[in-house]
């Protein structure tokens, strides 16, 4: 009887085995990065997508939502109009808004101030928890958005003017301190985005 003799892989079909596998290993990783790489780059487009519409939310519901008070100053020698936007103001926007949430029923009010202002290329929020504030009430502070170029606002009173600087300095007095415009238009510039715009109705 014959016996079966066993034939194992030359050593030249081994190196080929391991060539094709190194082959087949480096295609492998190089699809596995691609993937995370898109898979991060799609992370970070939605979350910068969702801080800019955020953003946009807090202003539009700011200006909707505006209210006829004025507050007093810190020194309490005047009153800051319900809505102004100003070349000597520190903020873009200051405001007073309705419809500030209480869901833990603290004793307070409904209307809120609230102020934005451009930090280097980050857009922040301000608000105080009283309207009529002193030196000694600080301001909370939310950082919305970066890499900001500029944010300014359109206003349009009800004679169809339209300025830039609210209230109107032709009109600027002690009445026109609850005065609100009839449409602002926001304009937004963002580095990776370019301009936005927003033209919104304000309450009556």
């Not at 492998?28 to 800019?52: E, F, K, P």
């Not at 869901?103 to 102020?115: D, K, S």
């Not at 890499?147 to 003017?161: A, C, G, I, K, T």
Request: glycine share 6%; aromatic share 8%.
């Amino acid at each position: 009887m014959t016996g079966v003799r066993s034939r194992g892989f030359t050593l030249i079909e081994v190196l080929v085995a391991l060539a094709v596998f190194g082959v087949m290993s480096m295609l492998a990783y190089a699809a596995l990065g691609s993937t995370l790489s898109n898979a991060d780059y799609l992370t970070d487009r939605m979350d910068r997508l969702q801080s800019i519409q955020r953003t946009v939310r807090y202003l539009s519901t700011d200006l909707i939502q505006a209210a006829p008070r004025p507050v007093r100053s810190e020194l309490g020698d005047g009153f800051s109009p319900a809505l102004q936007t100003s070349l000597s103001s520190e903020f873009v926007l200051e405001l007073t808004h309705g419809g500030w949430g209480n869901p833990a029923g603290l004793p307070r009010g409904t209307l809120q101030r609230v102020a934005y202002r451009l930090e280097d290329d980050e857009l922040v929020r301000y608000h105080w928890r009283v309207l009529d504030r002193t030196f000694a009430n600080e301001p909370i502070a939310t950082v919305l958005l970066d890499d900001v170029e500029s944010l300014f606002f359109r206003y349009y009173h009800v004679n169809d003017e339209v300025s830039e600087i609210w209230p109107l300095l032709a009109q600027q007095g002690p009445g026109d301190l609850r005065s609100r415009p009839r449409a602002v238009e926001i304009v937004l510039t963002l580095v990776d985005q370019g301009e936005i715009r927003r033209l919104l109705e304000v309450a009556p």
